[in-house]
Every structure is written in structure tokens, then in C-alpha cells.
């Protein structure tokens, strides 16, 4: 059994910052890419940004400038670092992994962390 635990999410203003943590546990052997996710009231999820296990990085062109992906491979660990927040980054931010537990290759995902910029 594999778990996501995401923490961080909160409310900020405009311009501010959040940094979001979503750390893996359970029966792993392996994690590919590793990356975050997004759904706003009314709209599709949508990718915000992924990491390989190699540190390769991909970013929606939204948060390109502002956002930073990282992760820590000995900690099973993804990290979503947010900068220059506009409110339309309002939005639940899931955690997603490729996750190696024994078998195949399997999707996880986190329970959804709520960012509300606003004023």
C-alpha cells in the first residue's frame, strides 16, 4: 500500500508565497516522475508541474517564472514551491507519483491540499 500525504496548502495574498510538501510512504521500490496537479472550481485538472527521477523539470506555462518543483529522492518527497501568487492560482493542488511497488508501474495521488490567494 502506497500513501501520498501532502501538507502546506493555507490562505495567502496576492503576490505572496506557499510551498507545498507531498511525501510517499508505504511499499516502494521505486519512483519515476513525481508531480503536481490542480483543479479550480468549474474547471479540468490540469498539470502544474512534474519532475523526473533524474530532476528533469516541465512546468504549465501559468506558473513558469513563479513555481519550482524539487524533490528529495531519499526522502520519497515532492516539493511545489510558489512565488508571485495571483488569485488565479486558487485551486485544490493534488500530488501525483509513478510509483514501482512491486508488480508494475501504478498511479498515486495525494488527498488535494486547498491554495486561496486573496486579498
Known amino acids: 500500500q502506497v500513501q501520498l500525504v501532502e501538507s502546506g496548502g493555507g490562505l495567502v495574498q496576492p503576490g505572496g508565497s506557499l510551498r507545498l510538501s507531498c511525501a510517499a510512504s508505504?511499499?516502494?521500490?521505486?519512483?519515476?516522475?513525481m508531480g503536481w496537479y490542480r483543479q479550480a472550481p468549474g474547471k479540468q485538472r490540469e498539470l502544474v508541474a512534474v519532475?523526473?527521477?533524474?530532476?528533469?523539470?516541465n512546468y504549465a506555462d501559468s506558473v513558469k517564472g513563479r513555481f519550482t518543483i524539487s524533490r528529495d529522492n531519499a526522502k520519497n518527497t515532492v516539493y511545489l514551491q510558489m512565488n508571485s501568487l495571483k488569485p488565479e492560482d486558487t485551486a485544490v493542488y493534488c500530488c501525483?507519483?509513478?510509483?514501482?511497488?512491486?508488480?508494475?508501474?501504478?498511479?498515486?495521488w495525494g488527498q488535494g491540499a486547498q491554495v486561496t490567494v486573496s486579498s
Open positions: 501525483h507519483a509513478d510509483v514501482w511497488a512491486g508488480g508494475s508501474w501504478d498511479d498515486y
Open positions: 508505504g511499499s516502494i521500490f521505486s519512483i519515476n516522475a
Open positions: 519532475i523526473t527521477d533524474d530532476g528533469s523539470t
